[in-house]
């Protein structure tokens, strides 16, 4: 199974802040890449498909890149309602496997 | 607008089965691939398995072989996961997803996730 190793587990930056997730594969996964936000007790909401393309609907604060083994989620500009977990997913093969999550907090 | 809508929350006794079920609507049911993911208290993500509603074929992670089975009702346009031989392990919010066209992997709406929770 390819692993995913995200990093930070937690942040805790100030609102306008702009924070960095990073993801790695264990192998190359191309750009086979999906990043997702959790909120408790809320449905998993995807925001950026393919490691860089926006999901509708989804603000332009959130970007993706990377390709390969190494990925990036940048938040431009931290909102209050950015308050969540966030988790990378790779699907270049069966097993789906995500990251272990970061939890984003304000300062 | 899609709309995956799971059953509510299940207390199970070890050793019992559990059958979870997803209610879709928004999209066509048999075009997109319908899958599993749960998250074990504390724990990230786990991919369980995914069926293709067309067809009801299906692809389970290799840890759940055996002892999940993903079903679907294409009257009712509902998916179904059964969890056998339960352990307090299983204890997790269960998820229903939906895949994005040909990107089957790539998860574009989610239900609301169904707590699980297995003790003696």
């Known amino acids: 199974d390819i692993q995913m190793t995200q990093s930070p587990n937690s942040l805790s930056a100030s609102v306008g802040d702009r924070v960095t997730i990073t993801c790695q594969a264990s192998q190359d996964i191309n750009n086979f890449l999906n990043w997702y936000q959790m909120k408790p007790g809320k449905a998993p909401k995807l925001l950026i498909y393919d490691a860089s393309n926006l999901e509708t609907g989804v603000p332009s604060r959130f970007s993706g890149s990377g390709s390969g083994t190494d990925f990036t989620l940048t938040i431009s500009s931290l909102q209050p309602e950015d308050i969540a977990t966030y988790f990378c997913q790779h699907y270049h093969r069966l097993p789906l496997t995500f990251g272990g999550g970061t939890k984003v907090e304000i300062e | 607008q899609v709309q995956l809508v799971q059953s509510g929350a299940e207390v199970k006794k070890p050793g019992a089965s559990v059958k979870v079920s997803c209610q879709t609507s928004g999209f066509t049911f048999t075009d997109y691939y319908l899958h599993w993911i749960r998250q074990a208290p504390g724990q990230g993500l786990e991919w369980m398995g995914m069926i293709n509603p067309r067809i009801g074929s299906t692809d389970y992670a290799q840890k759940f072989q055996g002892r999940v089975t993903v079903t679907r009702d294409t009257s009712t346009n509902t998916l179904y996961m059964e969890v056998n031989s339960l352990r307090s392990e299983d204890t997790a919010v269960y998820y229903c997803?939906?895949?994005?066209?040909?990107?089957?992997?790539?998860?574009?709406?989610w239900g609301q996730g169904t707590l699980v929770t297995v003790s003696s």
């Open positions: 997803a939906k895949g994005a066209g040909t990107a089957t992997g790539r998860l574009d709406n």
